[in-house]
């Protein structure tokens, strides 16, 4: 249960620091872009030690849930825009996430 916490935790990390750097893209010496980095590497840190600890195939599938993230928290920091195809693939994303998280490998 505690790799899948950690992978979870990183996707928020992974998330919050490609939105800053986003907002950040400015210059590479933004204080947004320069937190986003740091917030990335801290996911990234995260992710390698879910996997030291936990199963490929349960854990790596998580990952693709900070696509989700990402665009559900765009619209308010960024303002960026969600339409019906975008909120669909968000469902794709979750139900496909779900579905091969749960397997088991059998």
Known sequence: MKPIFLMVLA?????????LWKKGVVSFLSPYFIIGLSLYAIGGLLIIVAFRHGKLSILYPILATSYVWVSLLSPYFLGD????????????ILASVSLLGGSNGK
């Open 11 to 19: 996707t928020f990390f992974v998330s919050a620091g490609q939105i």
């Open 81 to 92: 825009l969600m339409n019906n195809w975008k909120w669909a693939g968000v469902l794709i």
